[in-house]
Structures are given as C-alpha cells and as structure tokens.
C-alpha cells in the first residue's frame, strides 16, 4: 500500500535505519513477492533515470536499496497470529534482542519512534513496547498493558492483556506495533499457546517476561495513524500529504474546495 508514493513497508525501514538496524527479515506469505523485488537492485531503472538526469528520483529509488546479505525472508504458511509470524522468524533472529515493526502502524515523529525507544531502551534493557492511550472504548482492540509503575514516559507493566473484553482492560494504555525484545520472547513462543481470536499472540510471550520486571511500556512522541483500517489510511494519506512541502499548497486548496463544496450540498 502505497502511502503519498513510497510504500508502508518503506516508512518502516527508514524508521528502523534510524535506529541503527541494519539488518532486516520480512515475514510474508503467499502472493507478497512484490516485496523481494522492491528492495533489490534495478539496475535497468537506475541506468534510465541517470541517461535521463533524473537525480531526484534516482536518490528514491536508492533509498530502497538493500546490501547483499542484509535482508532476509522467511514464509508463514497459515496465518496463526503476530506472536506465530515472529516465531517463524526465530533461527534467523538467535540469541540477541532484536526489534519487531509493523508496517501498517505508521509513526509521524520528529525524531523517528523506534529511535525514542532504543534510547529508553538503553536505561531499562529488557523488553520494551511503544504505547499509547487510547479512549476506554478502543482499548479492547489492542494490547494493553498493566501499569505496574508510572514513571512518566516509561512505566514498567506488571501484566499484559491482548485484546481485553469490553470494561475489564487493565488500562487505556495500548501498544503501538514497535517492540524492543529479548530472545526469550522467542522462548516462550515456542510454547504455541493460543491466546486471543484463537492466535498466537505476541502480547502473551512478552507478558510473560513482566514476572520477571522485564518489560517497559514507551509513551512515544508522535502521530500514530492505523493504515490497517480504512479510515486510518485516509488520515494518513492527508496528514502526509500536508507535511510535503511539493504538495502542501496544491492539495490543501483541494481539501478546502471538497469541504466548501460537501457543505453547501448539506
Ligand atoms: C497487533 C497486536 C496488538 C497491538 C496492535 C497495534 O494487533 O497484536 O497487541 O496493540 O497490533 O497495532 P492487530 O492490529 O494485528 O490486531
């Protein structure tokens, strides 16, 4: 899904660059090879872009590159739950923490979300998961954390409930899709436990570590926009849309025109 003209997938690796990863694994699944061919090289499109002296788009289309050796996909053959997908991942992963983005969760920050974290992530070790209040009515379509300790933007979570019935979340503080983890998150996935809907959830591994005292909730700064909901997406598209200064001007004059025109059609 493209988000202004340059995929979900992309804001992610930018965002996880930033951070310093340098090495990546995708977990996909039938019909998603798209994605392999989109962080190779091109060498027929970049000699085209250069004859024709289109450097910008050139930069672009560098942006995407990965180095050999540097990027890995492993398949889900059945989708059991983000807790299975991560699973599928594990012999690759091995002994050492790693992180875990997920694309449709899209962050507009000045300083890149996975970042802030890694930051925190220096003080507490362990295992961190970015967080966000969310209104009491959204909170049962989330992760949500059990505040052990409030310590302003991190708190340390006593428990973690995916996907809580209505009026018994522990919490309105959601997780957001960036985690910082530690390979016994691994571990306890191995376990297979299904949780909620009947998957294998990652919540569950990584609330398994909170007896422990090892897992950090994260108030983020930045925008989150949910591109796995419709409306999620729109708002996205617009808010991105407005922050480029190429299409700023242009597109805010069409908004204004649909609004004008929406309201005198009422
Ligand atoms: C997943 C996680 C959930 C988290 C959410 C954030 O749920 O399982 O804990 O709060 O991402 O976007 P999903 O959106 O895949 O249902």
């Not at 061919?37 to 027929?44: A, G, L, M, R, T």
């Not at 957001?176 to 949780?195: E, H």
Request: hydrophobic share 40%; net charge negative; proline share 4%.
């Amino acid at each position: 899904m493209t988000l202004v003209d340059r995929p979900l997938i992309q804001y992610a690796i930018d965002e996880a660059r930033a951070a310093g990863i340098k090495e990546f694994i995708f977990v996909t699944s039938r019909g998603k090879s798209a994605l392999e061919d989109y962080f190779d090289h091109s060498p027929e499109l970049e000699s085209t872009l250069r004859k024709a002296g289109k450097e910008d788009l050139l930069e672009i289309l560098k942006a995407t590159y990965m180095d050999s050796g540097a990027i890995a996909y492993v398949r889900q053959n059945r989708p059991m739950g983000l807790g299975h997908a991560v699973w599928c991942a594990r012999r690759l992963i091995g002994n050492e923490p790693f992180a875990v983005l997920l694309p449709d969760d899209v962050i507009a920050a000045e300083k890149p979300c996975l970042q802030q974290m890694m930051e925190a992530y220096e003080e507490t070790g362990g295992n961190m998961v970015a967080a966000m209040e969310v209104s009491p009515a959204r909170a049962s379509s989330y992760g949500v954390l059990d505040i052990g300790e409030d310590m302003g933007a991190i708190v340390k979570a006593k428990g973690m409930v995916e996907k809580p019935k209505a009026g018994e979340a522990p919490s309105n503080l959601a997780v957001i899709g960036r985690y910082i983890l530690s390979p016994k998150v691994l571990t306890n996935l191995n376990k297979m436990k299904q949780g909620a809907g009947g998957e294998i959830q990652l919540t569950d591994a990584i609330a398994e570590e909170t007896k422990a005292g090892q897992v950090y909730g994260y108030r983020f700064h930045g925008q989150r926009y949910d591109c796995g909901s419709k409306a999620g997406f729109l708002q996205a598209t617009v808010a991105f849309a407005l922050a480029r200064p190429d299409l700023r001007d242009e597109f805010s004059g069409y908004l204004h025109d649909m609004i004008a025109l929406q309201k005198a059609a009422q």
